[in-house]
C-alpha cells in the first residue's frame, strides 16, 4: 500500500512539473521569442519558422529518444519519463501560445526561465525527465567522457546562434541570460552535482552491489562487519553517488533487502576514478 502512495506523490508531482514546463516556455518563453533548451527550443524554432504545434513536435521529436534511453538507461526511468513527455505534449498543446501578466522581455526571459527550470527540475528530483535531451545526454554521459553538463553547453550554443540567425542578436542575449536563469533553477532544486557517499549495511551484499553497479554503473566497495547487537555478520557496502541517485539507490536496496540499514554522506572532495553524469 505505501508503494502505490508513493507512486501516486511521483505521478501527481510530475504532473505539476510538466504543467510548470509548458506554461513557463509557452506563456512567456516562446511568444517574448526566446528559445527554451534543449529539445523545447527545438520545438519554439519549428514553431516560429513553419508555426508548427509545439505539443505535436514535442511528442514525435521524443519517440525515437525515448526507445533509445530504454534500451540504455534504467526501466523506472523511462516509464516516468514516457508518462511526462505525454503529459508535457498535452499541456504544450492545451496552453495557448501568448503572453500574459506582462509583455516586458526581460519579466519574460527570467521568469519563465524560472518556471519551466522548476518544473523540469521537479520532474527529474521525482525519477523522470522531461525526455529530449535528458535523455540523450544521459546515453551519451554512460558510454563517453562528455558530461551531460558539457553536451548541455554545447547545444544550448547552438540554439543561441539560432535564435541570433531567426530573431536578432538582443533575442539571442536574453536567450542566453533565460539559459542561465533556468540553469541555476534547475541546480537550487536538484543540488544536482552533489556528491554523496552511500554506506548500506546488508544482509545481501553480492546481489546489492551488483545491483547497484549496473543500475548506476557504479563501483561498490564492500567488507564484512559483525552486528553486535544480533551478533550476525553483515556486508558493508560503500558507494559514491550524486544526489539526484539517492532516490534510485533506496529503491533498489530496498527491493532486495528490506531490513538494510543505508546512510547518506555529503562528500565534498575525491581523489580518484568517478564518473560525473550530470
Known amino acids: 500500500m505505501a508503494r502505490k502512495y508513493q507512486i501516486t506523490y511521483e505521478l501527481a508531482g510530475i504532473t505539476v512539473g510538466c504543467f510548470l514546463f509548458a506554461f513557463g516556455t509557452n506563456c512567456l518563453l516562446t511568444p517574448s521569442s526566446l528559445l527554451a533548451g534543449g529539445l523545447g527550443g527545438i520545438c519554439a524554432i519549428f514553431y516560429h519558422l513553419f508555426e508548427w504545434e509545439m505539443g505535436i513536435q514535442y511528442f514525435v521529436y521524443n519517440i525515437p529518444l525515448l526507445f533509445l534511453g530504454y534500451i540504455h538507461i534504467g526501466k523506472k526511468f523511462i516509464i516516468y519519463t514516457v508518462f511526462s513527455v505525454i503529459v508535457s505534449s498535452l499541456f504544450f498543446e492545451w496552453i495557448p501560445v501568448r503572453l500574459i501578466w506582462t509583455k516586458d522581455i526581460l519579466l519574460c526571459c527570467i521568469y519563465g526561465a524560472i518556471i519551466s527550470g522548476s518544473g523540469a527540475a521537479i520532474i527529474l528530483r521525482l525519477g523522470g525527465s522531461v525526455g529530449g535531451l535528458d535523455i540523450l545526454s544521459r546515453v551519451i554521459a554512460k558510454y563517453t567522457n ?14 543561441v546562434a539560432i535564435s ?5 542578436v538582443q533575442s539571442a542575449m536574453y536567450t542566453i541570460l533565460s539559459f542561465f536563469v533556468g540553469t541555476k533553477t534547475y541546480d537550487a532544486i536538484l543540488n544536482i552535482a552533489e556528491k554523496s557517499a552511500v554506506m548500506i549495511i546488508t544482509n545481501e551484499g553480492e546481489e546489492i552491489s551488483s545491483l547497484l553497479a549496473k543500475k548506476l554503473d557504479r563501483e561498490v566497495t564492500s567488507w564484512k562487519d559483525i552486528d553486535i547487537y544480533k551478533e550476525k555478520k553483515k556486508t558493508v557496502l560503500l558507494c559514491l553517488i550524486i544526489e539526484l541517485e539517492w532516490m534510485e539507490v533506496t529503491h533498489a536496496v530496498k527491493g532486495i533487502d528490506p531490513e538494510a540499514f543505508i546512510l547518506s554522506l555529503p562528500t565534498k572532495k ?6 560525473l553524469k550530470w
Open 270 to 275: 575525491t581523489f580518484g576514478k568517478f564518473k
Open 164 to 168: 541570433a540567425l531567426i530573431f536578432d
Open 146 to 159: 562528455i558530461s551531460i553538463g558539457k553536451f548541455s553547453l554545447i547545444f544550448s550554443a547552438a540554439i
